[in-house]
């Protein structure tokens, strides 16, 4: 696993346990886990894992990596960064595309196109290291596939 993977699922982790209100919180709870990560570097990975503050009980912000924000469309920039890190390998039967990631990734990719409203693609299900992406009538796996490459930076 990469140092950026552990990196991130430890963030993520963190994250739902427990209530971190900024960055600097983050990066010293990192630190407690051996593993040292710049303020810039914790900024890159939230925004890659989709993070968003969101206001306690209390009312106090904090981060939370939402399972879907359909209502949050993921920047153009944002999902070629993920799916040009992450992506491995991409292929399609019917309306259906596979996309192969490094271990602990397939769900950042999923969140990403999930968020994109990505033109012909219904929905993805992730796992690990594989996600599942859905052409819908108007497109077919072969064309959902092209694009999907393209985005991740493969001819």
């Known amino acids: 696993m990469s140092d950026k993977t552990r990196r991130q699922q430890t ?3 963190l994250v739902a346990h427990h209530e971190i209100a900024n960055q600097a919180q983050l990066v010293e709870l990192l630190a407690t ?3 040292n990560a710049t303020q810039a570097t914790v900024s890159r990975d939230l925004e890659d894992l989709g993070a968003v503050k969101v206001r306690s009980r209390a009312g106090a912000t904090m981060y ?3 399972e879907l924000a359909p209502d949050r469309l993921a920047p153009i920039d944002q999902l070629r960064r993920v799916m040009g890190e992450w992506v491995a390998d991409i292929t399609c039967s019917g309306n259906l595309v596979i996309v192969r990631t490094p271990p602990g990734c397939a769900h950042v990719v999923a969140s990403a196109l999930d968020r994109s409203g990505l033109e012909g693609l219904l929905g993805t299900v992730a796992g690990d290291d594989t996600l ?3 052409a819908d ?3 077919t796996g072969a064309m959902l596939a092209t694009s999907l490459g393209e985005l991740a930076g493969r001819r």
């Open 11 to 13: 963030i993520s982790r």
């Open 132 to 134: 599942l992406c859905v």
């Open 33 to 35: 886990e051996d593993i």
């Open 137 to 139: 009538e108007s497109t």
């Open 64 to 66: 939370a990596i939402p």
